[in-house]
């Protein structure tokens, strides 16, 4: 089955302490990203990757880090979380143009105390 | 600033009935539209995609409209059942070299019997 995985969907963790959400995609997609979903606010894009080893910043990268060594997968990073970093994140691959579908991962929930 | 603003925020209809949702964007260039569905908690599910020169396309019960002169969409949906309470996503693919995705914050749909 075509997916997106990510883990773990659930984290609680204190502030500074480092963390990595891994994702993961099976349909050999060039392009993924990370997103941010904020009560009232549309997601916002972390970072992306547009192949291996060519990653870029989106909208709201600070505090973040990713690495994109094989195709499938795409981790995030939070070297040192605060407690603005509590959000719902979601983890997204295509084939690599403008048209194509868009496929999600089921998202991770992050609290951060 | 590229923009996507849909309206509206919220929307309470009863099963079996007709609604519309509607999306504006201001995002130049313009490559593609696409509406979402996301049912809490979980990542978006794609339910159509439209190129500047397609206005209208359907996924069964849903039909999306694209006026790409007045740069307006809408999303209407058809005998409406529980399962369509979601909230439902206007994007916006902008022409640019990080094959950008803008979204919209969303209309919470709520369907009830």
């Known amino acids: 089955e075509a997916q997106v995985t990510q883990n773990p969907r659930y984290l609680i963790t204190v502030t500074g302490k480092k963390l990595t959400v891994t994702c993961s995609q099976n349909m050999n997609h060039e392009y993924m990203s990370w997103y941010r979903q904020d009560p009232g606010l549309g997601l916002r894009q972390i970072y992306y990757?547009?192949?291996?080893?060519?990653?870029d910043k989106g909208d709201v990268p600070e505090g973040y880090k990713v690495s994109r060594k094989e195709k499938r997968n795409f981790p995030l990073i939070l070297e040192s979380p605060s407690p603005n970093q509590t959000s719902l994140y979601f983890c997204?691959?295509?084939?690599?143009?403008?048209?194509?579908?868009?496929?999600f991962g089921p998202g991770t929930r992050l609290t951060v105390t | 600033k590229n923009q996507v603003e849909q309206s509206p925020q919220s929307l309470i209809i009863l099963e079996g009935k007709n609604c519309t949702l509607q999306?504006?964007?201001?995002?130049?260039?313009?490559?593609?539209l696409r509406w979402y569905k996301q049912d809490t908690g979980r990542g978006p599910v794609s339910l159509t995609i439209m190129t500047f020169s397609e206005n209208t396309k359907s996924n069964g019960r849903y039909t999306a409209t694209l006026d790409a002169d007045t740069k307006q969409s809408s999303l209407h949906i058809t005998a409406s059942q529980l399962s369509d309470s979601a909230s439902y996503i206007c994007v916006v693919s902008e022409v640019d070299s990080s094959y950008k995705l803008i979204f919209g914050s969303g209309t919470r749909l709520l369907v009830r019997p």
């Open positions: 990757s547009m192949n291996v080893e060519v990653t």
């Open positions: 997204a691959s295509r084939r690599g143009t403008l048209v194509d579908e868009q496929y």
């Open positions: 999306c504006n964007y201001t995002v130049s260039p313009f490559s593609n």
